[in-house]
C-alpha cells in the first residue's frame, strides 16, 4: 500500500471515527424535533458543481454534522457546520444561511507540496424545527 492509499484510509478512518463517537441528537439538543440542512456544492474542475442534497436529522440520528468535499482527490478537506448548529440552538434561532470553503488539499501532490488548496464551494441552509412544549391545561 502507498503512502497516498495509507493516507487516504487514515482520514477515512478518523471520519468513521468521529461518526461512532457522536452522540444522538436528542442528547445534545433535547429541544429539537428536526434539523433540515440543505447543501449546494460547487466547483467547477468537477462534475461535483451545483450540486444539491437535503439532510434530515431527527432526535436518534447521530449530532454529527461533517460532510466530506465532493472533489473526489481532495485530501483533509470536507465541511463541519457542528458550530453554526450548536449557536442556532443555543440562541433559540431556526435558520440561517452561509458558505464554507474547503480548506483541504485539492489532490496527494498538492498535500505533499503543501500548494493548492481545494476551495470546493458549500452554500448551506440550516432550518432548526423546536419541539412544542406541552404548557399543561
Known amino acids: 500500500m502507498g503512502k497516498e492509499s495509507k493516507l487516504r484510509e487514515k482520514i477515512a478512518n478518523d471520519f468513521w471515527y468521529g461518526f461512532q463517537n457522536t452522540l444522538q441528537i436528542i442528547s445534545i439538543y433535547p429541544?429539537?424535533?428536526?434539523?433540515?440542512i440543505n447543501l449546494t456544492?460547487?466547483?467547477?474542475?468537477y462534475e461535483c458543481s451545483n450540486q444539491e442534497e437535503t439532510k434530515i436529522f431527527t432526535p436518534d440520528h447521530k449530532?454529527?454534522?461533517?460532510?466530506?468535499c465532493k472533489n473526489?482527490?481532495?485530501i483533509y478537506g470536507g465541511f463541519n457546520i457542528s458550530n453554526e448548529i450548536f449557536n442556532l440552538i443555543n440562541s433559540k434561532q431556526e435558520s440561517q444561511e452561509g458558505k464554507l470553503i474547503c480548506n483541504g488539499y485539492q489532490d496527494y501532490e498538492s498535500f505533499v507540496t503543501k500548494n493548492y488548496h481545494c476551495y470546493c464551494e458549500l452554500?448551506?441552509?440550516?432550518?432548526?424545527k423546536y419541539k412544542i412544549e406541552n404548557k399543561g391545561s
Open 72 to 74: 473526489k482527490d481532495c
Open 41 to 45: 456544492y460547487n466547483y467547477d474542475e
Open 123 to 128: 452554500d448551506y441552509k440550516i432550518v432548526i
Open 63 to 68: 449530532a454529527f454534522f461533517k460532510f466530506e
Open 31 to 36: 429541544e429539537v424535533q428536526e434539523i433540515i
